[in-house]
């Protein structure tokens, strides 16, 4: 049978070619023997799912394996967000969650996503252990039909949304946001976050309106459900047309999200991450450390000089942020694809969260989205950013990694270079104390190239000597 790799958050696969029901009980019955292993197989689990093809059967089937392996399941009853089930582990205080999601990947794809006993990313050595226990057959796999289980009360269907609006609203006041009178354009990109934010700002004068909120697997629109151009191209002429005061942008599973400002136009998944920095700094009067990913913007690296905290980086996943913002309790933590998490919450992202602190930073400065990236700008400079993402032969990895690994260019994009970073993939720091970055994807078989800096008409030479170390053109 198939050998199943974990990479950032567990499993993913293509549908019917990979990820199969058997390879999906493997890897459930590979997860409740980590449990048993770990003493905590008592504490039951949490197993929730998006809107992809399939996704609430391969649910149920996840659950069939765990109940016959004596651990009490929390089903969640509909779709259901990523961040929604995670906190969901604190509420139940379970051993940990199972999302069927494939998060931001191509529509023909579906993800077994994994979490631990904190609702948190499962750190590297975790992953490790739970895909060396993943039978090699199904004869290594335990079942019970799933109304079985359910008579026998090992399977439970629950509702994940009150507890988690209820850790909301101690998180946040959502009242002014309520009346602050906003027309608030929300794309959920065929996903998860559907009717949330509508609850949530409910009874008030903002008004909401949303774009891709139906169940629709082969996501229309967009190559992916992912918050980032093209993919939000759509959305934000739907915000444009409706002269939406914001847009909200979240992925399939709602961890991540993108944000449009007031004229439709994207904000960058970096700049956003400068702006929550700000708002918890300045705004807020907040102060704890910052985790991010070296893949992430420089301007947190300046706030915390400017506020007087200290900064931590890692590589790139949350399996490597949440644990470090449990050990230093940090005050935000984020990486460039969109996801943020928060003190006080689930060390883990949380697409709804961060649009709720985008809205409340909106309404305590009276700035719209363009000024508050002019305010954050005048405190740290203007910074810019891309990134290329490209296939490549898997055959070639070695030799990519062994390239990339051997070069020190003295300039990228005309830029000199001053220093070599290979915390996660390898990242050249050039003299504006912007950035390069080749790495590999962990949850994609794609390599890709990104960077920062200051000067913005540079940006497209250093991606191009990017592509050039990378020998990808």
Same mark, same amino acid.
């Given at each position: 049978?198939?050998?199943?790799?974990?990479?950032?958050?567990?499993?993913?696969?293509?549908?019917?070619?990979?990820?199969?029901?058997?390879?999906?009980?493997?890897?459930?019955?590979?997860?409740?023997?980590?449990?048993?292993?770990?003493?905590?197989?008592?504490?039951?689990?949490?197993?929730?799912?998006?809107?992809?093809f399939?996704?609430?059967?391969?649910?149920?089937?996840?659950?069939?394996?765990?109940?016959a392996?004596?651990?009490?399941?929390?089903?969640?009853?509909?779709?259901?967000?990523?961040?929604?089930?995670s906190?969901?582990?604190?509420?139940?205080?379970?051993?940990?969650?199972?999302?069927?999601?494939?998060?931001?990947?191509?529509?023909?794809?579906?993800?077994f996503?994994?979490?631990?006993?904190?609702?948190?990313?499962?750190?590297?050595?975790?992953?490790?252990?739970?895909?060396?226990?993943?039978?090699?057959?199904?004869?290594?796999?335990?079942?019970?039909?799933?109304?079985?289980?359910?008579?026998?009360?090992?399977?439970?269907?629950?509702?994940?949304?009150?507890?988690?609006?209820?850790?909301?609203?101690?998180?946040?006041?959502?009242?002014p946001?309520?009346?602050?009178g906003?027309?608030?354009?929300?794309?959920?990109?065929?996903?998860?976050?559907?009717?949330?934010?509508?609850?949530?700002?409910?009874?008030?004068?903002?008004?909401?309106?949303?774009?891709?909120?139906?169940?629709?697997?082969?996501?229309?629109?967009?190559?992916?459900?992912?918050?980032?151009?093209?993919?939000?191209?759509?959305?934000?002429?739907?915000?444009?047309?409706?002269?939406?005061?914001?847009?909200?942008?979240?992925?399939?599973?709602?961890?991540?999200?993108?944000?449009?400002?007031?004229?439709?136009?994207?904000?960058?998944?970096?700049?956003?991450?400068?702006?929550? !920095?700000?708002?918890?700094?300045?705004?807020?009067?907040?102060?704890?450390?910052?985790?991010?990913?070296?893949?992430?913007?420089?301007?947190?690296?300046?706030?915390?000089?400017?506020?007087?905290?200290?900064?931590?980086?890692?590589?790139?996943?949350?399996?490597?942020?949440?644990?470090?913002?449990?050990?230093?309790?940090?005050?935000?933590?984020?990486?460039?694809?969109?996801?943020y998490?928060?003190?006080?919450?689930?060390?883990?992202?949380?697409?709804?969260?961060?649009?709720?602190?985008?809205?409340?930073?909106?309404?305590?400065?009276?700035?719209?989205?363009?000024?508050?990236?002019?305010?954050?700008?005048?405190?740290?400079?203007?910074?810019?950013?891309?990134?290329?993402?490209?296939?490549?032969?898997p055959?070639?990895?070695?030799?990519?990694?062994?390239?990339?690994?051997?070069?020190?260019?003295?300039t990228?994009?005309?830029?000199?270079?001053?220093?070599?970073?290979?915390?996660?993939?390898?990242?050249?720091?050039?003299?504006?104390?912007?950035?390069?970055?080749?790495?590999?994807?962990?949850?994609?078989?794609?390599?890709?190239?990104?960077?920062?800096?200051?000067? !913005?008409?540079?940006?497209?030479?250093?991606?191009?000597?990017?592509?050039?170390?990378? !020998?990808?053109?």
């Amino acid at each position: 049978m198939h050998t199943i790799k974990f990479g950032t958050d567990g499993w993913r696969g293509r549908i019917a070619e990979d990820y199969t029901f058997d390879n999906v009980r493997r890897c459930a019955q590979g997860f409740a023997n980590y449990l048993h292993q770990q003493g905590l197989a008592d504490k039951g689990m949490i197993v929730g799912y998006d809107q992809r093809f399939h996704a609430n059967n391969f649910a149920a089937a996840t659950a069939e394996v765990l109940a016959a392996n004596g651990i009490h399941v929390w089903l969640t009853e509909a779709n259901t967000p990523t961040p929604t089930i995670s906190y969901a582990v604190v509420d139940k205080q379970a051993a940990g969650a199972i999302n069927i999601t494939a998060s931001h990947n191509p529509p023909e794809d579906c993800g077994f996503k994994v979490r631990d006993p904190q609702g948190g990313a499962i750190p590297p050595a975790g992953l490790q252990q739970i895909e060396s226990l993943i039978p090699a057959d199904m004869n290594g796999v335990k079942r019970m039909k799933l109304d079985d289980a359910r008579t026998d009360g090992k399977v439970t269907l629950f509702n994940a949304r009150p507890a988690y609006i209820a850790q909301l609203k101690r998180l946040i006041d959502v009242e002014p946001i309520k009346q602050a009178g906003f027309k608030l354009a929300v794309d959920c990109m065929w996903g998860n976050n559907s009717g949330w934010f509508p609850e949530l700002l409910a009874d008030g004068k903002t008004k909401v309106y949303e774009v891709h909120n139906e169940r629709n697997p082969i996501f229309p629109h967009m190559s992916r459900p992912e918050p980032i151009i093209p993919n939000v191209d759509h959305g934000l002429a739907f915000a444009r047309n409706i002269g939406a005061d914001v847009s909200i942008i979240n992925d399939g599973d709602g961890d991540r999200v993108g944000f449009g400002d007031e004229h439709g136009r994207f904000i960058d998944q970096l700049r956003v991450y400068g702006l929550l !920095g700000y708002y918890f700094l300045s705004v807020r009067g907040e102060r704890g450390p910052i985790v991010k990913t070296i893949s992430t913007t420089k301007m947190l690296n300046k706030l915390a000089v400017h506020y007087g905290v200290p900064v931590h980086e890692t590589g790139v996943g949350f399996k490597y942020i949440a644990p470090k913002m449990v050990e230093v309790d940090a005050l935000i933590g984020g990486e460039e694809s969109g996801g943020y998490a928060f003190r006080g919450h689930v060390p883990e992202r949380d697409g709804i969260l961060a649009g709720l602190y985008l809205l409340d930073m909106m309404v305590q400065t009276g700035q719209k989205p363009s000024q508050l990236l002019e305010t954050l700008f005048e405190l740290v400079g203007e910074h810019f950013y891309d990134r290329i993402d490209s296939t490549f032969d898997p055959a070639q990895r070695t030799e990519i990694e062994a390239r990339v690994g051997r070069a020190m260019p003295e300039t990228i994009g005309g830029l000199k270079v001053i220093d070599k970073i290979t915390i996660d993939g390898n990242q050249f720091i050039m003299e504006d104390g912007g950035w390069l970055l080749v790495r590999f994807s962990g949850t994609e078989p794609i390599i890709r190239v990104y960077c920062e800096t200051t000067h !913005g008409q540079r940006v497209a030479d250093i991606l191009a000597d990017g592509m050039k170390i990378a !020998g990808l053109k």
